[in-house]
């Protein structure tokens, strides 16, 4: 199945953009009458048939539409602080995606190393990780925003932060409720302040712990992503 994110799809016959178009006449070598999927990332699943293999201009016309396809009873929200290195940051991206995550907020955070993020570079690993796993729904890769001001943005669901200290041993299995929405903060190499954690206390997050190892921001990233998604199995 070769999958292909057309966000912008509105019709039954559809023209590949140039890029993924040489992707698939050249680099996969599909020809006429062959079958790919498209999908607008919004959980729709398009069954198509290409009808013009022209390698700058793939059109194809679409023969079955499925819409919500792979759609879960939750959603998770992760907020993590960049990485000093960029590389770890669209591993957690790739990763994640993967394995599923609804929403993902670079957050600023007083211990940040890293101050500047370029989303559209990052969009695009989210993309390629949401063609090579099959997924139907493109995490939506939110703007970097301060720490303080993000926590006191609305969330209807449960709200947790990881946070180093041995006064907080509660763990995701503890509090986490199944089938709830959940955002959870992961702090940069250092942890939050404890000025933050106040802060997010105040805010009604609440703190857990990730385990007995000092994590990565990366790895800890992704901890929580799958263990909201094992916890739900």
Same mark, same amino acid.
């Given at each position: ?20 178009? =040489?992707? /698939? &006449?050249?680099?996969?070598?599909? =020809? ?13 699943? %398009? ?10 201009? /793939? ?14 009873? %939750? ?10 290195? &960029?590389?770890?940051?669209?591993? !957690? ?13 670079? &957050?600023? /955070? ?17 993309? #390629? ?16 925003? =301060? %720490?303080?001001?993000?926590?006191? #943005? ?5 709200? !947790?932060?990881?946070?180093? #200290? ?25 942890? %939050? ?11 009604? !997050? ?18 929580? /992503? ?8």
């Amino acid at each position: 199945m070769h999958l292909f994110y057309t966000p912008e799809i509105s019709s039954h016959i559809y023209t590949l953009e140039e890029q993924e178009s =040489k992707h /698939c &006449i050249r680099v996969l070598r599909l =020809k006429m009458g062959d079958v790919i999927h498209l999908t607008d990332g919004r959980g729709t699943l %398009f069954e198509s048939r290409i009808i013009q293999d022209n390698p700058k201009r /793939c059109i194809v016309e679409v023969t079955d539409v499925r819409k919500e396809v792979g759609k879960r009873d %939750f959603n998770l929200h992760i907020a993590v602080a960049p990485t000093k290195n &960029i590389a770890r940051l669209e591993w !957690f991206l790739e990763k994640a995606t993967e394995i599923g995550i609804e929403e993902i907020t670079p &957050i600023i /955070c007083d211990h940040s190393e890293r101050k500047v993020v370029k989303t559209e570079r990052l969009n695009k690993v989210v993309t #390629s990780a949401v063609k090579q796993s099959l997924k139907a729904y493109h995490p939506k890769l939110n703007e970097t925003v =301060k %720490f303080k001001d993000f926590i006191k #943005s609305d969330f209807s669901g449960q709200k !947790f932060i990881a946070y180093i #200290s041995e006064k907080y041993n509660d763990t995701l299995k503890d509090l986490y409720v199944p089938g709830s929405d959940a955002i959870v903060l992961i702090g940069p190499e250092g942890d %939050f302040s404890e000025r933050e954690l106040e802060q997010a206390i105040e805010n009604g !997050f609440k703190p857990i712990s990730l385990g007995k190892s000092r994590l990565r921001t990366e790895t800890a990233a992704l901890v929580a /992503c799958h263990s909201v998604e094992m916890l739900n199995s």
